[in-house]
């Protein structure tokens, strides 16, 4: 969850709203700035690296996070602390291994290179509940029809009442124009009508052919059954994906994430979503202006920090489907293809009136990132814009390691 950014507009957006009650769309740049510290900080029950993200609010009109790489980070426990450094834009990985264990009581701890020290409430770790079920199930929304994501937690909670999502899709993506030939240039010769060049075909890469894209979540993703009359998670709906995205053209992975949450965490969650999770109702829903977490500083109660120090347990599931398992039709590509002809024999010319598709051919196929080569045929060559004949240009061609075919 990216809360700098998200809170760092809503924050200084809401002062220019009610200064100037605005109806309309309006050039905002910042005045009066003041800089708060914006903390991201979810220490799990997993034996892993754990990770502290520190930063600071930025300006409107930037967007680039302000980060202090010489603060100092450690997570304390009444037996133990735990040292993290900083490996870059503001993030502090844990020197070591470790998992927050029940009844243990954590705190984090944070001194700026200038000398400002911040404390947070001492956390303990929450109960534990599994995700018991992940699947995908054909349904419909305002997009259409398409498929929802949904997750069911076990029936055995042991007093986890407060849950929190978040999740990370992964895409299979295949090149539909792709060939195992292309075309070298060389030799080029000339100006203007009079340039030649020598057009030669070579073997193509195999591995611009299949690609890999991943997003991760950044909305907030809250289920609370501290109010259901069945004490569990029951087809909690996670993402809905409609059957004409393109992520569902080739192959779709989607590991979901459940954290188990204190009612603190929960509170502050919820209200930072209500504040401003949907970037679209900024300007028209509730503007309380600041939500205080359980971060502060030393030096003054007064001041403000943003953030929140969490002490959760997690558990996780992925899952593997394709448009077909829902008999949709093949979705669209993510880009519209058109396959060009281009004669390398016409040059040219005013009357009678003829394009110069020997100078456009060479324009395309040494362009940053060149036209891909479909076929050719005497001096007539089919070409097509790069992302539809090398997945590579727009996305990763190295298959993740827990990718299922």
């Given at each position: 969850?990216?809360?700098?950014?998200?809170?760092?507009?809503i924050?200084?957006?809401?002062?220019?709203?009610?200064?100037f009650?605005?109806?309309?769309?309006?050039q905002l740049?910042?005045?009066n700035?003041?800089?708060?510290?914006?903390?991201?900080?979810?220490i799990t029950?997993?034996f892993?690296t754990?990770e502290?993200k520190?930063?600071?609010?930025?300006?409107?009109e930037?967007?680039?996070?302000?980060f202090?790489?010489g603060?100092?980070?450690?997570?304390?426990?009444?037996?133990?602390?735990?040292?993290?450094?900083?490996?870059?834009e503001?993030?502090?990985?844990?020197?070591e291994?470790?998992?927050?264990?029940?009844?243990?009581?954590?705190?984090?701890?944070?001194t700026?290179?200038d000398?400002?020290k911040?404390?947070?409430?001492s956390?303990?770790?929450?109960?534990?509940?599994?995700?018991?079920n992940?699947?995908a199930e054909?349904?419909?929304?305002?997009?259409?029809?398409?498929?929802?994501?949904?997750?069911?937690?076990?029936?055995d909670?042991?007093?986890?009442?407060?849950?929190?999502y978040?999740?990370?899709?992964?895409y299979k993506?295949v090149?539909?124009?792709?060939?195992?030939?292309?075309?070298?240039i060389?030799?080029?010769?000339?100006?203007?009508?009079?340039?030649?060049?020598?057009?030669?075909?070579?073997e193509r890469?195999?591995?611009?052919?299949?690609?890999?894209?991943?997003?991760?979540?950044t909305?907030?993703?809250?289920?609370?059954?501290?109010?259901?009359?069945?004490?569990?998670?029951?087809?909690?709906?996670i993402?809905?994906?409609s059957?004409?995205?393109p992520?569902?053209?080739?192959?779709?992975s989607?590991?979901?994430?459940?954290?188990?949450?204190s009612?603190?965490?929960?509170?502050f969650?919820k209200?930072?979503?209500?504040?401003?999770?949907d970037?679209?109702?900024?300007?028209?829903t509730?503007?309380p202006?600041?939500?205080?977490?359980?971060?502060?500083?030393?030096?003054?109660?007064?001041?403000?920090v943003?953030g929140?120090?969490?002490?959760?347990?997690?558990?996780?599931?992925r899952?593997?489907f394709?448009?077909?398992?829902?008999?949709?039709?093949?979705?669209?590509y993510?880009?519209?293809?058109?396959v060009?002809?281009?004669?390398?024999d016409?040059?040219?010319s005013?009357?009678?009136y003829?394009?110069?598709?020997?100078?456009?051919?060479?324009?395309?196929?040494?362009?940053?990132?060149?036209?891909?080569?479909i076929?050719g045929?005497?001096?007539?060559?089919?070409?097509?814009d790069?992302?539809?004949?090398?997945?590579s240009?727009?996305?990763s061609?190295?298959?993740?390691?827990?990718?299922?075919?």
């Amino acid at each position: 969850m990216k809360l700098n950014k998200l809170y760092t507009h809503i924050f200084l957006l809401f002062g220019f709203c009610f200064l100037f009650n605005c109806t309309e769309e309006i050039q905002l740049s910042t005045e009066n700035f003041k800089n708060v510290l914006v903390v991201e900080a979810t220490i799990t029950d997993e034996f892993k690296t754990q990770e502290v993200k520190v930063t600071s609010t930025f300006l409107l009109e930037s967007d680039t996070p302000v980060f202090d790489a010489g603060a100092s980070v450690q997570v304390a426990t009444s037996s133990k602390t735990y040292n993290f450094h900083h490996v870059g834009e503001g993030v502090f990985y844990s020197d070591e291994q470790f998992q927050a264990i029940k009844d243990e009581s954590y705190k984090l701890l944070i001194t700026t290179s200038d000398g400002k020290k911040y404390y947070s409430n001492s956390e303990v770790l929450a109960p534990k509940a599994e995700l018991e079920n992940l699947y995908a199930e054909l349904g419909s929304s305002e997009e259409g029809s398409g498929v929802y994501v949904l997750v069911d937690s076990n029936n055995d909670l042991d007093g986890a009442a407060f849950f929190r999502y978040e999740y990370e899709e992964t895409y299979k993506i295949v090149s539909p124009y792709f060939r195992f030939q292309d075309i070298s240039i060389s030799n080029i010769q000339g100006v203007s009508k009079e340039r030649t060049y020598d057009i030669d075909i070579v073997e193509r890469p195999a591995d611009q052919q299949n690609c890999y894209s991943t997003n991760t979540s950044t909305e907030i993703l809250l289920m609370s059954v501290s109010s259901l009359s069945e004490n569990r998670v029951s087809r909690f709906p996670i993402k809905f994906i409609s059957e004409n995205s393109p992520f569902l053209r080739d192959r779709y992975s989607i590991l979901v994430k459940q954290y188990v949450q204190s009612a603190d965490a929960n509170n502050f969650y919820k209200i930072l979503k209500e504040l401003g999770g949907d970037s679209e109702s900024v300007f028209v829903t509730n503007q309380p202006g600041f939500v205080q977490g359980n971060i502060f500083s030393e030096e003054s109660l007064e001041e403000k920090v943003i953030g929140f120090f969490d002490v959760s347990t997690v558990t996780s599931k992925r899952i593997y489907f394709n448009y077909a398992d829902f008999n949709f039709v093949l979705p669209p590509y993510y880009f519209d293809c058109e396959v060009r002809l281009l004669d390398y024999d016409k040059v040219g010319s005013v009357d009678p009136y003829q394009l110069d598709e020997r100078s456009i051919l060479l324009t395309l196929l040494t362009d940053n990132p060149p036209f891909k080569y479909i076929s050719g045929f005497g001096t007539l060559y089919e070409i097509v814009d790069p992302e539809c004949g090398d997945c590579s240009t727009f996305a990763s061609n190295i298959k993740p390691e827990f990718w299922e075919d």
